[in-house]
């Protein structure tokens, strides 16, 4: 009993954090641009999962590397942080949070779609049912409810912020195949992201590209990008890979999951200042009512 009532702190405060970092995006990219935003954040998880490692006494792992192994990460490092934080963050500056947000949330329903080529797994009926009331939702969200006219707020941004999703369901499925401990795994590949984003904005500098809407580097900026590190992409991990190791089953601390973005459209309201649209909430009803058939009714 006293494990899984550690196991439920550790998975509310996964929720905490994750219900904050939408707003912490878009309040952010007030002062950054998103390739900079995301150079110090990943820049930060790099130290933060690099002193976890220090702590747990798993450095001597990243002596065991294989060239197998620096392979994956540089694969898997390229789906996550860099192409997946590229692509959100560039919809969080085309959307408002509450949209680009929600939107990002289809990741389970994608991964469904990418696991019948990929894992070569079947579709059931409850599946295609649960893809459909999701479905509806992204549209409801993306149209602000406006349903018979379909103009969206913005479609570039959508298409992003649907794309975030299925590069983070791409990035689940390959690191799924990858049994390296984790911790390691996630360094070596924030390691790869950050080598990425790095070489992008020397690439984009040297062909002199006005790429940087704000050069002085504002603190806000920065603070953000800190917060980002340590919470969106450091330890937020480790809590929640320490919630499901200490619950009775992963059942019980996963249904918390879904408070989630709930709790961010109130951060969002509070913290950046958006009204939030009744579609933008009927819409993740949707969305999330999507996720529980494909998970419980998909025998």
Known sequence: MKKQRQAYTYALLTVICWSTIG?????????????????????????????????????????KIKKEDLLNSAFLGLLNPFLYYVVLLKAYELLPAQEAGTLNYIWPL???????????????????????????????ISTHGQLLTLRFSSPVGVLLAISSAIFWALYWIFNMKDRREEVSKLFLNFC????????????????????????????????GSVYLGIFEMGITFILWMMALKLSFTTAKVSNLIYLSPFGSLIMIHFLVGEVILLSTVIGLVFIIGGIIIQQYLKS
Do not use: E, H
């Open 110 to 140: 994608v991964l469904v779609l990418l696991s019948i080529p990929m894992l070569r797994q079947k579709i059931t009926g409850w599946s295609i049912m649960a893809i459909l009331v999701s479905f509806f939702g992204i549209i409801l």
């Open 192 to 223: 790869f992201g950050f080598l990425y984003i790095f070489l992008t904005i020397a690439i984009l500098r040297l062909l002199g590209l006005n790429w940087s809407r704000n050069p002085l580097l504002p603190w806000q900026g920065i603070v």
């Open 23 to 63: 707003s912490v995006f878009k309040l952010s990219l007030r002062y950054l641009d998103f390739l900079t935003l995301l150079l110090f954040a990943s820049f930060v998880a790099v130290l933060v999962l690099f002193i976890v490692l220090l702590l747990q006494g798993k450095l001597n792992l990243l002596k």
